[in-house]
């Protein structure tokens, strides 16, 4: 049984996992509407591993003997008008959410919750690999994103990425 405070944080993180999935899938939705297919498509595959990691913390709980309760997932509060400024948004948000995993694992830690602490590794490795995707992309941006040509490469390279599962699974 988890300590009453770790599995609460637990339960918030699966909605903001899932606002996170909401959340890109109206960035997929913006860039598709601008006819960059690539970004689109790269935001569409961020949102389906966003609703992975939701699902990896509902798991988490179901083993470890907390019913989860699912909330309302808010509406994306973002207004989308700018090609650049979208990353940034991404870039921001996603060190939010490296912050709400931190206090979990600082919850864990203080109850010297081992085991969550162990399962929250890979997300706090996932949070530096997700940081450093956005930053690069937006460096990008800032690089090719004003020239036509440089603008349908990159578009042409993030219509590449493909989903895959994650590679943490719980039985
Ligand atoms: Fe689930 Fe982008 O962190």
Redesign the pocket.
Known sequence: MLDKKVADLINNQVNK?LY?SYLYLDFSVFYEEEGLNGFANWYMVQAQE?RD?ALLMLRFLQNNGVKPVLEAVDKPDKVLSDRLQVLEFGLEH?KY?TGLINNIYDAAYTVRDFRTMQFLDWFVK??GE?EKNAEDLIKKMRLFGDDAKGLYMLNSELAARVYTAPSLVLD
Do not use: A, M, T
Request: avoid cysteine.
């Open positions: 996992e996170s966003e990691h996603e959410v996932e949070q997700e």
